[in-house]
């Protein structure tokens, strides 16, 4: 089976930095992604990360670690924009089975 | 704009009755995701199909059923709808060779 955890909500102040974790167990992990959506709005890719170790990406970064079941989505110089839901999904599987699952994401609230 | 397509946007019918959503993945891309977002709630994965075969299903009902056609669209016929079936309806399509999978703008479905 897969579970994937992510909190529910989170706020933060406009410029500063905010860390979103996500926590996962599941069989046949080959890799984690972050999307961001928008209310009402398709998800759009941020990130994907396959190793251990840091990927960063302009404000954003992913860090994942495969021995703990770990991820973390950092977001800086926030702005305004950013209010959204950033989703955590895991890639299980290879080539043309691959399958993504989902958190239930976290909506974080960017403030003046 | 992703490239995925989906159509109808915006989708109201009384329970009880069938409706299909229709997916056209991007140019050349083989695999379809299809997943169900109800209010403030995560994407649920529903069934993923690759080159026209059912390669994995997730939490998809009985009365939801799918296909993919040879010209790589696909359908999502949901069936003897209930008021609870009310959500966004995702798909994504994924080439062989990215290891992002693209959404379309979903269709809202809405069953009175």
């Known amino acids: 089976g897969q579970n994937i955890d992510q909190p529910t909500e989170m706020t933060a102040t406009e410029g500063a930095i905010v860390q979103i974790n996500c926590t996962y167990q599941?069989?046949?992990?080959?890799?984690l992604f972050w999307y961001q959506q928008h209310a009402g709005e398709a998800p759009t890719f941020l990130s994907y990360?396959?190793?251990?170790g840091l990927e960063e990406k302009g404000r954003f970064s992913s860090f994942l670690s495969r021995s703990k079941g770990y991820s973390y989505l950092l977001l800086k110089e926030l702005q305004m924009k950013d209010s959204a839901s950033y989703l955590c999904?895991?890639?299980?599987?290879?080539?043309?089975?691959?399958?993504?699952?989902f958190g239930s994401g976290t909506r974080l609230l960017v403030r003046p | 704009d992703s490239g995925v397509t989906q159509t109808p946007k915006h989708l109201i019918t009384a329970t009880g009755q069938r409706v299909t959503l229709r997916c056209s993945p991007r140019?050349?891309?083989?695999?379809v995701y299809w997943y169900q977002q109800s209010l403030d709630q995560g994407l649920q994965f529903l069934i993923h199909?690759?080159?026209?075969?059912?390669?994995a299903k997730g939490n998809i009902l009985e009365r939801f059923s799918a296909q993919q056609f040879p010209d790589l669209h696909s359908e999502l016929n949901l069936s003897s709808l209930e008021l609870g079936d009310s959500a966004l309806y995702f798909c994504?399509?994924?080439?062989?060779?990215?290891?992002?999978?693209?959404f379309g703008q979903g269709t809202r479905l809405t069953v009175v």
């Open positions: 999904a895991v890639r299980s599987g290879m080539d043309s089975s691959y399958k993504l699952i």
């Open positions: 994504a399509s994924r080439s062989s060779h990215s290891t992002e999978a693209f």
């Open positions: 140019s050349g891309d083989l695999s």
């Open positions: 599941t069989s046949g992990f080959n890799g």
């Open positions: 990360n396959v190793l251990d």
């Open positions: 199909y690759y080159n026209g075969e059912e390669r």
